[in-house]
């Protein structure tokens, strides 16, 4: 029997911890690679519908994620922009 796991949305209890491992990459290569290495590592989500849930929602690189999905979640914080703005 399969166990349902969640998709990662932001309001999933993970996105923080998704959230800060990939505003630690420094570059965007064009490619989800270091969101689908992410997303894979974490137990709890399923990984195929959490990687079609980013793309549906504006993130289909690395720093779309971010500047799609990520950012519009942070507070004013201008510390946390600043890890936004690193990639962007």
């Known amino acids: 029997m399969d166990i ?7 309001e999933h209890e993970l996105f923080p911890e998704f959230a800060r491992r990939l505003l630690q990459i420094t570059e965007c290569e064009c ?6 290495d992410i997303l894979w590592s974490m ?6 519908d959490s990687v079609a849930w980013l793309i549906a929602n504006g ?3 690395d720093c779309e994620v971010i500047l799609n999905i990520i950012a519009p979640t942070m507070d004013d914080d201008p510390r946390s922009r600043e ?3 690193k990639v962007a």
């Open 4 to 10: 349902l796991r969640p998709v990662l949305t932001t």
């Open 31 to 36: 490619t989800l690679d270091n969101s689908k």
């Open 59 to 61: 993130g289909h690189c």
């Open 83 to 85: 890890e936004v703005d």
């Open 43 to 48: 137990c709890g989500v399923d990984y195929q």
